[in-house]
């Protein structure tokens, strides 16, 4: 098999893990904000709050925008669609996709610092989050500017590969003419730190759960601290898999350490890997972690699985 048709095989399976992970993932993330929504004054507490901003980009900004910058770009079924775009589509595609990066980090650190206070203060931190909430939308949603702008003026293009996926490079005609800020450096480095703070506040989290459990009897009350530590590691282990894959993809590209053909197979990853924390794993956890979401889902959704403990 030559290493066109490896590409183009590779990309059907990325896609199709994809699509298997993220349909029923988004079905259900859907039905789960509109439960919470539904039932506003029993659900009205700075954490579903928080999973509601998240939920917004996560479908909204993410997954519906991603149909466009990472999923049918790469199958090579509309090239002329993405042909015929204008100079700044290509810049558009990227930033989109860049942008939603940040977002994912800055939510992750959020979570993590939400959970943090719930341990710390757990009589104390509803009437914190109050002033920290608007705080951590700013931040999730106006942040990434700071580090994605520069696509804005990147001299961009769009290319087709031998195996028909279109692929957006950069234009080398274009480049002297425009001094740049490399976007990959940024990238590296802002993966570095991310993954420096999420590791720091996960490891936070743990020790003090670890120091409040230790004052408390083995019950019911516990067993749910447990399941939230078990919720908040699933969504920080999903955004290290991203992190590291980014950092793996600009390192490679910076460096050139393996051939160009592995840039493509590695970059054939990111939508399975995006849908996993973008999706699937607040969807299912969160599933998991309340079942009193669950319950109430389930009185319109009886097929939905159910689970005993209320811990939310």
Known sequence: MSSTSKSAVDIYIGQTIGAIISVPSVLLYLIECWTIVRNWKQFNSSFYKLFLLSAFNNIFMNFIPSIIFARLI??????????GLPNWGPNLLIFLMFYNYHCENFITISTLLHRLSVIAKPFDYEKSWRLYLPLCGILIFFGPLLFTYRFGYW?????????????????????????????????????????????????????????????????????????LLVYTIAIFFAQLLLCLFWLFLTIQVLGNIFTANFNLILSNQYIWLSDLRTVAFPAWFLLWASTELNDKIRQKFPWIPTFNEDII
């Open 155 to 227: 001299p961009l293009i769009f290319d087709v590969n031998k195996d028909d996926s279109v692929e957006i490079v950069m234009n080398i005609k274009s480049i002297e003419e425009r001094p740049l800020i490399t976007n990959y450096m940024v990238m590296l480095m802002t993966s570095i730190g991310y993954l420096f703070v999420n590791i720091l506040l996960n490891l936070a989290v743990y020790l003090i759960y670890r120091k409040k459990q230790s004052n408390l009897p083995t019950n019911t009350a516990n067993d749910k601290s447990s399941r």
């Open 74 to 83: 790469r199958l090579g079924w509309i090239n002329n669609f993405y042909l």
